[in-house]
């Protein structure tokens, strides 16, 4: 099947291939010779490559060439020979025609051509002819419009070709052809815009139902994918240009009641944007944009009770700050969405006294001291957010990069952190703090939407070797993580258990006699395996040392327990029971006996990502049918327990043994999607980003690297080795489980106080994140600077607008790290003041009653242009109420600053 698939493939990419060198060529011979220039780009050197990756700009934002009513639309005119040919023909059909390109071809049809230019090129000549072609000929309009198939065609351009680029292509023709002719007296292009703009509008539910890719579906090819991104430009662009009693002449098109649907559909949306903007919500931000296009023809609805409720609900869509009750708020969380909620709600104070003043109270109150905590100086949240794999770094507080790479180890295997956060704090408990310690550090990595955690907490109450943890000592993370697992094991008894489950394995050394029927077997528990690095090539000569057979003969004979005789006798380590987690320890450490120094072997050292222990295996090297007297049975392991094991973890040291720096590598396996998938991390101390599992051998198995380094003497580049200085430390196996192939859903029991804790954190956390962000700080600008001029009577929000500016720059603005305009806003407070006397008296009654900001600006600020810049502010507001109020401060005489001498 998958043969004929391609053949067919292939002969379809052929035919569109005949079909976009047959349009180009058409195109080429129909422009006016007069109008090849502007022809020039379009058909002669179009490329398709640059338009298809160009960002499409929404209403408000558009380039140059594009203005209202179709002012800079340069459309070239066709010859007259080639409209007598077309004349009478049934050429525009041929043109629809090519929208139906797509019908009955199975996607994997679709995702078998190798390329998906040609279907691009198709769309774009036959538009651009169709374009030019209605340009000079009004009939094309007509016929277009009378067409049974203009419903279709629409919806197919706009909506239903899968192809991003060819929609983007198609929609920049229709509104070209939408457009063209709108400045001439004809009323055909004036119905032709009203007829579009209706047509589409009856596409609004298929756009609101494309809902945007989950994670999930990256995996299928982004090329192939409806959207509705340009079906929604391409609206706003139509209702932009509309005039207003185009649309109250016809039943075509009610503005106001569009206006009411958009806030309902708006209102009703369910929440699908995602807070790190990997999946972001086209139909949410289309609705927006279209609601302010629509707005901008002041329907009745903006200026109603309705207008007013809703100019609520847009406000919420931004700032309605999620809890642990409801995660999702707010609606609107991408970069675009949030950008077009803010135009929308510039759009709907515009002209309207009312809802500016509602606008107004409800951001005044996020400046207000009482509304947040103090903010840092050079504060700017967006440096602080969680990555966006989801994850949460330590901040390494000098030397503590070992305990990093050991809390996210543990933390990533969800069986420990489950235990972690079910264990009970009681008084009778061992290490009651470091439980309590660690249950907040699991909780904030967990639920915290900030970059890292702080971990300072937990070194001061975390003790080692009966010392507390100094911050700036280096320590071996096996050592760490032995003590760590073991404090752990001490706390409860069901923490043990889950401890010995986890990490608890048994090696038995066992001394088999050959001259008699004894054995001897000594049992040892281990939480890790340390693995011999020095001569050895892998992971598997390792552990063939470590359970080598060793025959006692000659000299060395063993002398039995039991019989109390010198036999010969085989000496041979076995691995009795394997943990769930088997943890290996890299001996990367030598003391070399001529320098007496440590040492870091940095040789080349290999370890599979799926292990099989089998062989090394007390069942398998000590064969139950080859046991003797003296084998102890008890606590066998479970026959059907697997020896196969996948690797889960990497922690690597780069330095050497003197010091260095940990850092690791691990897997998901909480995520069902991420752990079938192999996806691994890299948790490098506050920093965690995506890891691509192919490079785990060039990043941990150590060895020798090349690099080429010029010879000046020889004059060529010479080829140059040194030893890697990072390597695999620590490695970590999960033993393969057959029901756990494709991953398990886990859930976590997090205690309510702790979550809570969290939540109140991240509330305040992600407000200041909405505050401090340049969008904001733009719609910030509008409603203080531009928005009042637009309203009946500047003067009469004067006031009012003086105080938000004020409030706004001293409480906020000057404490965030970029702030690129602030001598425009302190050119704009002292305008306000200028021209209000009442802001001024505001101003210095404000700081008399309460010294907070001349404390925070004049004395704890670090930045010396804030503090002169504020200085300068209350210099020039207290001159300009001088002729004033001169008389309630100064004695009669001394406006002049002196006393008259009488």
Same mark, same amino acid.
């Given at each position: 099947?998958?043969?004929?698939?391609?053949?067919?493939?292939?002969?379809?990419? %052929?035919?569109?291939?005949?079909?976009?060198?047959?349009?180009?060529?058409?195109?080429?011979?129909?422009?006016?010779?007069?109008?090849?220039?502007?022809?020039?780009?379009?058909?002669?050197?179009?490329?398709?490559?640059?338009?298809?990756?160009?960002?499409?700009? %929404?209403?408000?934002?558009?380039?140059?060439?594009?203005?209202?009513?179709?002012?800079? #639309?340069?459309?070239?005119?066709?010859?007259?020979?080639?409209?007598?040919?077309?004349?009478?023909?049934?050429?525009?059909?041929?043109?629809?025609?090519?929208?139906?390109?797509?019908?009955?071809?199975?996607?994997?049809?679709?995702?078998?051509?190798?390329?998906?230019?040609?279907?691009?090129?198709?769309?774009?000549?036959?538009?651009?002819?169709?374009?030019?072609?209605?340009?000079?000929?009004?009939?094309?309009?007509?016929?277009?419009?009378?067409?049974?198939?203009?419903?279709?065609?629409?919806?197919?351009?706009?909506?239903?070709?899968?192809?991003?680029?060819?929609?983007?292509?198609?929609?920049?023709?229709?509104?070209?052809?939408?457009?063209?002719?709108?400045?001439?007296?004809?009323?055909?292009?004036?119905?032709?815009?009203?007829?579009?703009?209706?047509?589409?509008?009856?596409?609004?539910?298929?756009?609101?139902? #494309?809902?945007?890719?989950?994670?999930?579906?990256?995996?299928?090819?982004?090329?192939?994918?409806?959207?509705?991104?340009?079906?929604? %430009?391409?609206?706003?662009?139509? =209702?932009?240009?509309?005039?207003?009693?185009?649309?109250?002449?016809?039943?075509?098109?009610?503005?106001?009641?569009?206006?009411?649907?958009?806030?309902?559909? =708006?209102?009703?949306?369910?929440?699908?944007?995602?807070?790190?903007?990997?999946?972001?919500?086209?139909?949410?931000?289309?609705?927006?944009?279209?609601?302010?296009?629509?707005?901008?023809?002041?329907?009745?609805?903006?200026?109603?009770?309705?207008?007013?409720?809703?100019?609520?609900?847009?406000?919420?869509?931004?700032?309605?700050?999620?809890?642990?009750?409801?995660?999702?708020?707010?609606?609107?969380?991408?970069?675009?969405?949030?950008?077009?909620?803010?135009?929308?709600?510039?759009?709907?104070?515009?002209?309207?006294?009312?809802?500016?003043? #509602?606008?107004?109270?409800?951001?005044?109150?996020?400046?207000?001291?009482?509304?947040?905590?103090?903010?840092?100086?050079?504060?700017?949240?967006?440096?602080?957010?969680?990555?966006?794999?989801?994850?949460?770094?330590?901040?390494?507080?000098?030397?503590?990069?070992?305990?990093?790479?050991?809390?996210?180890? #543990?933390?990533?295997?969800?069986?420990?952190?489950?235990?972690?956060?079910?264990?009970?704090?009681?008084?009778? =408990?061992?290490?009651?703090?470091?439980?309590?310690?660690?249950?907040?550090?699991?909780?904030?990595?967990?639920?915290? $939407?900030?970059?890292?955690?702080?971990?300072?907490?937990?070194?001061?109450?975390?003790?080692?070797?009966?010392?507390?943890?100094?911050?700036?000592?280096?320590?071996?993370?096996?050592?760490?993580?032995?003590? @760590?697992?073991?404090?752990?094991?001490?706390?409860?008894?069901?923490?043990?258990?889950?401890?010995?489950?986890?990490?608890?394995?048994?090696?038995?050394?066992?001394?088999?006699? @050959?001259?008699?029927?004894?054995?001897?077997?000594?049992?040892?528990?281990?939480?890790?395996?340390?693995?011999?690095?020095?001569?050895?090539?892998?992971?598997?000569?390792?552990?063939?040392?470590?359970?080598?057979?060793?025959?006692?003969?000659?000299?060395?004979?063993?002398?039995?327990?039991?019989?109390?005789?010198?036999?010969?006798? $085989?000496?041979?380590?076995?691995?009795?029971?394997?943990?769930?987690?088997?943890?290996?320890?890299?001996?990367?450490?030598?003391?070399?006996?001529?320098?007496?120094?440590?040492?870091?072997?940095?040789?080349?050292?290999?370890?599979?990502?799926?292990?099989?222990?089998?062989?090394?295996?007390?069942?398998?090297?000590?064969?139950?049918?080859?046991?003797?007297?003296?084998?102890?049975?008890?606590?066998?392991?479970?026959?059907?327990?697997?020896?196969?094991?996948?690797?889960?973890?990497?922690?690597?040291?780069?330095?050497?043994?003197?010091?260095?720096?940990?850092?690791?590598?691990?897997?998901?396996?909480?995520?069902?999607?991420?752990?079938?998938?192999?996806?691994?991390?890299?948790?490098?101390?506050?920093?965690?980003?995506?890891?691509?599992?192919?490079?785990?051998?060039?990043?941990?198995?150590?060895?020798?690297?090349?690099?080429?380094?010029?010879?000046?003497?020889?004059?060529?580049?010479?080829?140059?080795?040194?030893?890697?200085?990072?390597?695999?430390?620590?490695?970590?196996?999960?033993?393969?489980?057959?029901?756990?192939?494709?991953?398990?859903?886990?859930?976590?029991?997090?205690?309510?106080?702790?979550?809570?804790?969290?939540?109140?954190?991240?509330?305040?956390?992600?407000?200041?994140?909405?505050?401090?962000?340049?969008?904001?700080?733009?719609?910030?600008?509008?409603?203080?600077?531009?928005?009042?001029?637009?309203?009946?009577?500047?003067?009469?929000?004067?006031?009012?607008?003086?105080?938000?500016?004020?409030?706004?720059?001293?409480?906020?603005? =000057?404490?965030?790290?970029?702030?690129?305009?602030?001598?425009?806003?302190?050119?704009?407070?002292?305008?306000?003041?200028?021209?209000?006397?009442?802001?001024?008296?505001?101003?210095?009654?404000?700081?008399?009653?309460?010294?907070?900001?001349?404390?925070?600006?004049?004395?704890?600020?670090?930045?010396?242009?804030?503090?002169?810049?504020?200085?300068?502010?209350?210099?020039?507001?207290?001159?300009?109420?001088?002729?004033?109020?001169?008389?309630?401060?100064?004695?009669?005489?001394?406006?002049?600053?002196?006393?008259?001498?009488?």
């Amino acid at each position: 099947m998958g043969k004929y698939v391609c053949v067919f493939s292939f002969c379809l990419q %052929w035919q569109l291939d005949c079909l976009a060198c047959l349009l180009k060529l058409i195109c080429q011979f129909a422009v006016d010779p007069a109008d090849l220039d502007l022809a020039y780009h379009d058909v002669f050197s179009w490329s398709g490559l640059a338009d298809s990756q160009r960002k499409r700009a %929404w209403p408000g934002k558009s380039r140059k060439s594009t203005g209202e009513h179709g002012k800079g #639309l340069h459309i070239p005119r066709l010859t007259e020979v080639f409209l007598s040919l077309v004349q009478s023909t049934n050429l525009i059909q041929r043109l629809i025609n090519v929208a139906y390109t797509y019908d009955n071809l199975a996607h994997r049809v679709l995702k078998a051509q190798s390329d998906h230019r040609s279907r691009h090129e198709v769309t774009h000549y036959s538009m651009w002819l169709l374009v030019s072609w209605a340009h000079c000929s009004s009939t094309v309009k007509s016929s277009l419009a009378d067409s049974d198939h203009l419903h279709d065609w629409l919806k197919k351009l706009t909506l239903l070709v899968p192809e991003p680029a060819v929609r983007h292509e198609a929609c920049n023709g229709l509104y070209k052809l939408s457009l063209s002719g709108l400045e001439g007296g004809e009323s055909i292009n004036r119905s032709f815009l009203l007829l579009a703009a209706s047509t589409l509008l009856k596409f609004l539910p298929d756009a609101q139902a #494309l809902k945007p890719l989950r994670v999930e579906d990256y995996e299928e090819d982004p090329l192939l994918r409806t959207g509705c991104k340009e079906y929604f %430009w391409l609206l706003c662009k139509l =209702i932009d240009n509309i005039h207003v009693k185009d649309a109250s002449q016809t039943t075509l098109l009610d503005l106001d009641a569009l206006a009411r649907h958009l806030a309902d559909c =708006i209102r009703s949306r369910e929440i699908l944007d995602q807070q790190d903007g990997n999946i972001e919500d086209d139909g949410l931000t289309g609705l927006l944009r279209l609601a302010t296009s629509v707005l901008k023809h002041k329907p009745p609805f903006k200026f109603s009770r309705e207008g007013q409720e809703f100019l609520r609900d847009v406000h919420n869509l931004l700032f309605l700050l999620p809890s642990l009750a409801d995660r999702a708020q707010p609606k609107c969380k991408s970069h675009s969405a949030r950008a077009a909620a803010y135009d929308l709600l510039v759009e709907m104070v515009k002209g309207s006294v009312e809802n500016y003043r #509602l606008l107004h109270n409800w951001v005044m109150s996020q400046h207000m001291q009482s509304s947040h905590a103090p903010y840092k100086w050079d504060y700017w949240p967006h440096d602080d957010v969680r990555a966006e794999c989801r994850f949460v770094g330590l901040t390494n507080l000098g030397a503590t990069c070992y305990m990093a790479s050991t809390i996210q180890q #543990l933390y990533m295997i969800p069986e420990a952190r489950q235990a972690v956060f079910t264990a009970k704090y009681s008084e009778e =408990i061992k290490h009651k703090t470091t439980l309590l310690e660690l249950q907040k550090m699991f909780t904030y990595l967990m639920e915290s $939407e900030r970059k890292a955690y702080n971990p300072r907490p937990f070194c001061k109450t975390y003790t080692m070797d009966k010392q507390p943890l100094n911050t700036g000592e280096q320590k071996d993370m096996t050592e760490f993580f032995t003590d @760590l697992i073991t404090k752990i094991e001490e706390m409860s008894q069901e923490l043990k258990n889950t401890v010995k489950t986890l990490f608890g394995g048994v090696i038995t050394n066992n001394v088999v006699s @050959l001259d008699c029927d004894h054995v001897s077997q000594t049992a040892e528990e281990f939480y890790t395996v340390r693995c011999q690095v020095a001569d050895m090539k892998n992971i598997y000569e390792s552990l063939d040392e470590v359970t080598i057979k060793d025959t006692l003969e000659g000299d060395n004979m063993y002398t039995c327990s039991q019989c109390g005789k010198k036999v010969r006798a $085989e000496k041979r380590a076995c691995f009795k029971k394997l943990p769930r987690i088997l943890s290996f320890n890299t001996m990367r450490y030598t003391f070399n006996m001529v320098t007496m120094m440590k040492e870091k072997v940095n040789t080349h050292f290999s370890f599979p990502l799926r292990l099989d222990m089998t062989p090394y295996t007390e069942d398998f090297l000590m064969g139950k049918g080859e046991r003797k007297e003296g084998f102890r049975d008890e606590g066998e392991p479970n026959v059907n327990e697997s020896y196969e094991y996948d690797l889960i973890g990497v922690t690597v040291h780069t330095g050497t043994a003197d010091g260095g720096h940990y850092y690791s590598f691990i897997r998901d396996i909480v995520n069902p999607h991420a752990y079938k998938n192999n996806k691994w991390y890299l948790f490098n101390d506050a920093e965690v980003k995506p890891f691509d599992s192919a490079q785990l051998a060039s990043e941990c198995f150590g060895g020798e690297m090349t690099t080429k380094t010029y010879d000046s003497v020889t004059d060529k580049f010479m080829d140059f080795s040194f030893e890697k200085t990072h390597s695999a430390y620590m490695l970590f196996y999960k033993r393969v489980e057959l029901e756990e192939e494709n991953g398990k859903d886990f859930s976590f029991d997090v205690s309510p106080d702790l979550l809570e804790w969290i939540w109140h954190d991240n509330m305040q956390f992600l407000q200041d994140k909405n505050i401090f962000e340049h969008t904001y700080f733009g719609f910030m600008w509008q409603l203080c600077s531009s928005i009042p001029s637009t309203l009946p009577d500047p003067k009469a929000v004067s006031l009012m607008t003086a105080k938000l500016s004020t409030s706004f720059v001293l409480e906020t603005f =000057i404490h965030s790290k970029e702030k690129p305009t602030m001598l425009q806003w302190i050119e704009l407070l002292t305008k306000q003041f200028n021209n209000s006397q009442a802001a001024c008296e505001w101003f210095l009654d404000r700081m008399a009653d309460d010294n907070w900001w001349p404390m925070q600006i004049l004395i704890k600020c670090p930045n010396q242009i804030v503090r002169q810049m504020f200085q300068r502010l209350c210099i020039h507001v207290i001159q300009r109420l001088r002729p004033v109020h001169a008389h309630l401060y100064l004695q009669p005489g001394m406006e002049d600053g002196y006393v008259s001498a009488e």
